[in-house]
């Protein structure tokens, strides 16, 4: 009955002053969850892989199972309410995402959910829709979300987000990456809470941090524009050093920001909430990849992506 396609998203720069209202910079990603739909009987039948594990669940016309797939559940019922009538149908979705390591990978399958199931109804929801429903599907099963990852997922390409706004970057960079990424120590939320602490013990040179972090996405719009990489890699470094001032980086992860470097890497800092997780390298490519991968639980050379894409 129907396809569609989904990427992942990366932090480029802005990630935690993006809590305090400053701009971040993210860019999406080509690790897709991919998820299509076709007819079913009596229930909504779902079958989800992602890496390193596989779940299949019915959830029935009245509401019933499926919890252990909170986000397609959450979405399925969305489409529910806006469409005012349950289709049975059988979703199959697999995400090439690792779970819960900054990478997207809940907005991702959100949007996936949304888009194939309500391809059962004829309805193909627009990438806008798409990013406001499925933050909608996140807030619903986390208690909070910031609008980045959708939008980064359905939007695609590189987004300046502050706030509610957001502005589509259409640098034509095709922006390649590294990812390396090692297990995680804090939640996001965890690190969140970790980082308000730091503004007592950091005093007035907290809000110098942010502000910094600000004003360097606001210069990421003109790297971008004038389609200089070298600046923008500039860019994330000094942002490195100043997460590393708040304190969000470990051993683990300034070890292999580290050695990207060494590998020729032009550009490598954290991407996303810190504690273990992801970094983000730019420049170097093949080599780097192949010399973190040594020392890092997963790695992933990933090129800009578009957004929502149906097949
Ligand atoms: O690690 P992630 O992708 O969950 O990103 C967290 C980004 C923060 O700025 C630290 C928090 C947020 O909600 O924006």
Redesign the pocket.
């Known amino acids: 009955m129907g396809y569609v396609k989904v990427p992942g998203?990366v932090?480029l720069l802005?990630?935690?002053?993006?809590?305090y209202g400053y701009p971040?910079l993210v860019m999406a990603i080509d690790l897709y969850t991919r998820a299509a739909v076709s007819d079913g009987e009596g229930a909504v039948e779902v079958e989800s892989t992602y890496p390193g594990g596989r779940a299949e669940t019915r959830i029935g016309l009245d509401g019933r199972g499926g919890d252990e797939l909170p986000y397609v559940k959450a979405a399925i019922k969305k489409v529910w309410e806006m469409q005012g009538a349950r289709r049975p149908a059988k979703v199959s979705i697999a995400s090439e995402l690792p779970y819960?390591?900054?990478?997207?990978s809940s907005a991702s399958v959100s949007v996936a959910t949304l888009a194939a199931y309500s391809l059962s109804y004829g309805v193909k929801l627009h990438p806008d829709q798409l990013a406001k429903l499925g933050r909608e599907v996140e807030v619903q099963v986390q208690g909070?979300?910031?609008p980045?990852?959708t939008l980064a997922v359905s939007l695609g390409g590189l987004i300046k987000i502050s706030h509610e706004k957001f502005e589509v970057m259409g640098g034509g960079l095709s922006v390649k990456a590294v990812i390396a990424c090692v297990g995680?120590e804090k939640?996001?939320g965890e690190?969140?809470a970790f980082?308000r602490k730091r503004k007592d013990e950091l005093g007035s040179r907290f809000d110098e941090i942010l502000e910094e972090i600000g004003s360097l996405v606001e210069s990421s719009s003109k790297a971008i524009k004038d389609r200089d990489l070298t600046q923008l890699c500039l860019l994330m470094n000094r942002n490195e050093e100043l997460l590393e001032e708040l304190g969000?980086v470990t051993e683990r992860s300034l070890n292999l920001v580290r050695r990207a470097r060494a590998l020729g890497a032009t550009a490598a800092k954290i991407?996303?909430?810190?504690f273990g997780?992801?970094i983000v390298a730019l420049g170097g490519d093949e080599k780097v990849a192949s010399g973190l991968a040594a020392i890092a639980d997963r790695v992933f050379l990933v090129t800009e992506s578009n957004g929502v894409s149906y097949g």
């Open positions: 998203k932090t802005g990630e935690h002053a993006v809590v971040a819960g390591s900054g990478l997207g909070r979300a910031s980045m990852d995680k939640s996001t690190s969140v980082v969000v991407s996303g909430g810190g997780g992801c």
